[in-house]
Every structure is written in C-alpha cells, then in structure tokens.
C-alpha cells in the first residue's frame, strides 16, 4: 500500500511542493508546529532510518544537501532552524516513511517532549 507521501509524490493527494528533484520532495507540512515547517522525502519509500541498506546510504547526504538548500531558499539560514527524524513508536513517528522534519520561524525550546 501507498504511503500518504508516495501519494503526493505520484501526484494523487495535493500539497504544497517546495523542493522536488529526482530522489527527494519537500512539503509543507499540513499541520505545521511552527511558522515555517517542511518535511524532507526520498521518493523511494524507506520505512525509517534502519531501513536504508548500505547501497542506498548516499541517500542521507542528498537529503541533508536538499536541507542546505532549502533554508536558504526559505530564509532560515540565519536565525536557525531545527531538523528532527521522529523514528519509530517511541520516536513519535506517526507515517512509516522516512521524512526529515525542518521546523523554523520561532524559538525552539529544548528539550523535546
Ligand atoms: P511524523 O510524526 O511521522 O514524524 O510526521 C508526519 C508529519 O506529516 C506530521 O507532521 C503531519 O502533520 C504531516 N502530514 C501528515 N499527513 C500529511 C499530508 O497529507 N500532507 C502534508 N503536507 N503533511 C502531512
């Protein structure tokens, strides 16, 4: 079955597309926690970090050049910015589809809950 991200990435739900490129979309998330919050996707549906074979392992380097690139392009380069993996149940992972969260525009407390 088709993960809610494969579903946008083949065009069959909307959302608002910020970065696409052959191996990666970025979104806007639908219920962001801050004023700026996009979701980092490989295309290929990876269940969670564990997930990605050795072979695939150059996928984690074009995902964090796709962060560099997107928060120049959003403006959070300068104030900062936090990425943040929710992986697995206690992780909070909440859709079983590797996706990096960019989450910016105010003052992040830490630590997490
Ligand atoms: P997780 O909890 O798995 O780390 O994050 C899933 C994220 O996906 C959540 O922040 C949630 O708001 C977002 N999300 C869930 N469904 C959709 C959707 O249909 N469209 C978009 N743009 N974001 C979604």
């Known amino acids: 079955m ?4 494969e579903k946008i990435i083949d065009r069959e739900l909307s959302a608002e597309i910020i970065y696409e490129d052959g191996l990666v979309i970025s979104i806007k998330d639908i219920n962001p926690i801050s004023p700026q919050h996009f979701l980092v996707i490989p295309k290929k549906k990876y269940k969670n970090i564990q997930a990605v074979s050795n072979n695939d392992i150059h996928i ?5 050049s796709v962060i560099q690139k997107i928060v120049i ?3 959070l380069n300068e104030k900062g910015y936090r990425v943040v993996i929710n992986n697995g149940e206690y992780g909070g992972q909440t859709i079983d589809h590797l996706h990096i969260h ?11 809950g």
């Open 73 to 75: 392009q959003e403006n």
């Open 2 to 5: 088709k993960s809610i991200f």
């Open 102 to 112: 960019i989450i910016g525009g105010r003052a992040l407390r830490w630590p997490p």
């Open 60 to 64: 984690f380097s074009h995902l964090f």
